[in-house]
């Protein structure tokens, strides 16, 4: 009697082989026919070796062999492996003609998910008791398994509440984050109350929860993070030319008054409390009525206001070209003031001021000079040589 498998191959290899005639005679051309032909006298080569096997089914006769072939073996548990190598590979293909972030993410998946299907496929053959095949794969894999899949699961939990609380206002993140906390405490405080619940439900709680956070991190990634404010900055006031402003700004807001004793200095520059300023410079004793600077060269110098008001502190170096700031490029036939200032320092305060000048004083087209916005005759020159 001829096997169920040896019929189906049989059969196949015929029709391959009527197939191959038909398209002969009704069709120009030999390409169809040898194609066909070829598959006709492939599919009688298996079918002759499934037959001398007989559908490798074991004798009923053969009674030592029964216990042994793999029709009495239990059969291997459902795997999402596949599955994986599938996405991988899908991803693959998309990363190729879209981003590479995919195509690395694609690499992974399918390398991991391979690497798990071999070892499964492994495991599942080592012997006849699936209970000790499944203890074998778990000690070869877990040791690697759980730390990997774990900071990936803490990796996902952490950057998606990160895009939820970067896309909550200001007010509405930390709301959130104590409603949040509140009920991670309440549902803690209900498990340890009633240790009688199943772990089944735990379990099912907990994954809810992840799965809420999840799906709340990718809406939140997709809309985007709230618009925050640019704190504005000196460098801003002197990109703007508008270092002159004696009232408070943006910039002098919260503004440090201290500086480090430790901090290096070229010139300590005071503004006394009768509106006169005084330069102190290295190397130099007693007062002087000018700062000379290193050309090229970062310099400090150190601002301290003795008078009853908050002042700052300008270095007044000309104008220079006006420069758009959505471009970079610079704009034809304007000219702002160049300008580099410290913030409002209040009375017995202290604030750096950090600049760099390129071209020398007798170069320049206007003087050099420290200036005190609101104060007549708070001047100073700069010399660089």
């Known amino acids: 009697m001829i096997p169920t498998g040896s019929r189906l191959l049989i059969g196949a290899a015929v029709l391959a082989t009527v197939a191959a005639v038909l398209y002969g005679i009704t069709q120009e051309g030999s390409l169809g026919t040898i194609g066909l032909s070829a598959a006709a006298l492939a599919l009688a080569l298996v079918a002759g070796v499934n037959l001398y096997t007989r559908d490798a089914d074991v004798s009923a006769m ?31 293909v998309v990363g190729l003609i879209t981003y590479p972030v995919i195509f690395v993410f694609g690499i992974i998946a399918l390398l991991a998910t391979t690497a798990e299907w071999m070892l499964q496929a492994w495991s599942e053959r080592a012997s006849a008791d699936a209970s000790y095949n499944a203890a074998l794969r778990g000690r070869l894999a877990h040791p690697l398994e759980f730390p990997i899949l774990g900071a990936i699961a803490v990796g996902t939990l952490i950057y998606s509440f990160s895009r939820i609380m970067l896309f909550l206002s200001k007010t509405g993140g930390p709301a959130a984050f104590v409603i949040i906390a509140a009920f991670i405490l309440l549902g803690a405080f209900l498990f340890a109350y009633r240790p009688s619940l199943r772990g089944g ?21 997709l809309e985007g993070e709230r618009e925050t404010h640019a704190h ?34 070229t010139a300590e520059i005071l503004l006394r409390s009768d509106g006169t300023l005084v330069a102190r410079n290295e190397g130099l004793t007693g007062d002087q009525d000018m700062v ?53 320092v209040e009375d017995g305060g ?36």
Do not use: M, W
């Not at 439900?201 to 990634?221: E, F, K, L, N, P």
């Not at 034809?332 to 300008?339: F, L, R």
């Not at 202290?350 to 071209?359: G, M």
């Not at 004083?361 to 001047?379: I, M, T, W």
């Open 62 to 92: 053969d009674t030592d062999a029964i216990p042994e072939c793999a029709a009495a073996r239990p059969a291997p548990r459902p795997s999402l492996c596949p599955l994986g190598a599938a996405i991988g590979a899908t991803l693959v």
């Open 350 to 385: 202290s604030q750096f001021l950090t600049f760099s000048i390129s071209v020398p004083s007798e170069l320049a087209e206007s003087p050099y000079r420290f200036v005190v916005p609101g104060v007549d005759g708070a001047e100073l020159e700069v010399v660089v040589p």
């Open 201 to 221: 439900v735990i379990a099912a709680v907990i994954a809810i929860a992840a799965v809420g956070v999840v799906t709340g991190g990718i809406v939140a990634a």
């Open 232 to 265: 504005e900055t000196t460098g801003d006031l002197a990109a703007d030319g508008e270092c002159d402003a004696v009232d408070e700004t943006e910039a002098d807001d919260n503004a440090s008054q201290n500086v480090a004793a430790k901090a290096n200095v």
């Open 292 to 344: 000379i600077v290193t050309r090229n060269t970062p310099t400090n110098v150190l601002f301290e206001n003795q008078s009853d008001e908050e002042r700052r502190l300008v270095l007044d170096l000309g104008t220079r070209a006006e420069v758009d700031e959505a471009t970079g490029d610079t704009v034809p036939d304007t000219e702002v003031p160049h300008q580099v200032c410290t913030t409002l």
